[in-house]
C-alpha cells in the first residue's frame, strides 16, 4: 500500500489483522500531511498502529462505526537528511511534532556516504525464492492464533543483561538529550521483537526456528540494537550538535583541497552555502572545533585588531594529495 487516508487504511485493516505494510516513497510528504490543521486524529491513529496491539474505533454518519481491536502498521520510506533535519528541530524544541511520532521510527539509519562502487551482477534467484519463502509463509500466520515464543534460558540470561546496560548506562545515565532517552527508550521492546522475528525468518525458511528464542537470534538482536543506535546518535547530532556537524562538513571540502591548499577566509567558506555553513558566525564556529584538532590556525591580521580572525592556514597534512 502506497497512499490511502487513515479511514480507508481502517477499514482495510479490518480485513487484514494481522498488519499492513505502508510504503512512501518520500515521508515528507507524509509528515507534511499530518502536520496540518484537523488531521490531530490522523498523527493519533498512527501513533496508535506502533505496538499494533491497540484498538480504534471510527465513528461516521455515513459509515457507522468501524472498530478495529488491534492497529498494527510498518512504515517504510525514505527522506531527505535536510527535510528530516528540518522536522526534527520541530519535534526537539516542543513544536506541535513533539508527540512522540518520529521516536517510534527506530530501525533509523542515516546514510553512509563511501566510495563509488558499479555493481552490475544478475539477481540471486536463489536468495530472491528463498525470501518470497519467509514473507509468504509468515504472512500465511492466522493472526487469531498468534505463535507466542519465549526466550530460551541463555537468550533470557543474556537479554536481562543487555537490558541492564541500556537502562542504567542510557537511559539513566543522565548524559544524553531527552530526545535521545526517548528514542533509545523503545529499544526496550524493539530488541526483543527483533529477536523474535530473527527467529521466525529462520522458521519461515526452513532452517529451524523452535518455540523458543535462541541465544543466536539474541545475540543478532542486539547487535542489530547497536548499529541502530550509532545512526540514532548521527540522526538527533544534526540538531544537538549543528558545530560539529558544520565542522565535520568544512573538514570534507578542507581535505578534498576545495579552499585551496594554504589558506582560507571565512568569507570564502559560507559563500558556498555548504550545509550548516551559510553564515560567518557558523563557519568561525566550525573553524574553532577545527583549530582544537589542529585542522587550521587563525593568521593574524593587524589591521582587524579585536575582531575575530578572517583567515586561516590549512595543516598540510590534511589534505589529500
Known amino acids: 500500500m502506497q497512499d490511502s487516508t487513515f479511514e480507508k487504511l481502517h477499514e482495510i485493516l479490518v480485513e487484514n489483522p494481522s498488519g499492513v505494510f505502508v510504503l512512501r516513497d518520500e515521508l515528507t510528504g507524509w509528515f507534511s500531511e499530518l502536520d496540518r490543521p484537523g488531521r ?174 535462541s541465544l543466536d537470534h539474541t545475540q543478532q538482536a542486539a547487535g542489530f540494537c547497536e548499529y541502530l543506535e550509532s545512526h540514532g546518535r548521527r540522526v538527533y547530532s544534526c540538531i544537538l550538535a549543528p558545530e560539529l556537524r558544520a565542522a565535520r562538513e568544512l573538514a570534507v571540502h578542507i581535505a578534498a583541497g576545495e579552499l585551496g591548499r594554504e589558506k582560507f577566509t571565512v568569507r570564502q567558506v559560507y559563500r558556498h552555502h555548504w550545509s550548516g555553513l551559510v553564515t560567518p558566525t557558523d563557519v568561525r564556529g566550525a573553524v574553532d572545533i577545527l583549530e582544537d584538532a589542529h585542522w587550521v590556525r587563525p593568521l593574524p591580521d593587524e589591521k582587524a585588531t579585536g575582531r575575530p580572525p578572517e583567515t586561516y592556514s590549512i595543516n598540510p597534512r590534511v589534505v589529500k594529495r
Open 40 to 213: 490531530e486524529g490522523e498523527r493519533a491513529f498512527y501513533l496508535t498502529g506502533w505496538n499494533g496491539t491497540t484498538g480504534h474505533a471510527i465513528d461516521r454518519i455515513g459509515r457507522g462505526s468501524v472498530y478495529v481491536p488491534a492497529v498494527c502498521i510498518s512504515l517504510f520510506g525514505g527522506i531527505q537528511p535536510a527535510r528530516l533535519r528540518t522536522y526534527l528541530r520541530d519535534a526537539l524544541e516542543g513544536g506541535p511534532s513533539d508527540d512522540g511520532l518520529i521516536q517510534r521510527f527506530q530501525v533509523l539509519v542515516w546514510p553512509d556516504p563511501g566510495k563509488w562502487v558499479l555493481v552490475d551482477r544478475p539477481p540471486d534467484a536463489k536468495a530472491e525464492a528463498l525470501a518470497r519463502q519467509v514473507f509468504e509463509r509468515l504472512v500465511s500466520l492466522p493472526a487469531h492464533e498468534p505463535r507466542i515464543l519465549k526466550f530460551s534460558a541463555p537468550a533470557q540470561e543474556l537479554h536481562d543483561a543487555w537490558l541492564k546496560e541500556l537502562e542504567t548506562a542510557k537511559l539513566r545515565s543522565r548524559t544524553l538529550h531527552p530526545a535521545l532517552v526517548a528514542h533509545f527508550a523503545k529499544y526496550r521492546s524493539l530488541m526483543p521483537v527483533l529477536a523474535a522475528l530473527f527467529e521466525l525468518s529462520d522458521w519461515a525458511a526452513g532452517l529451524g526456528g523452535d518455540e523458543s528464542i
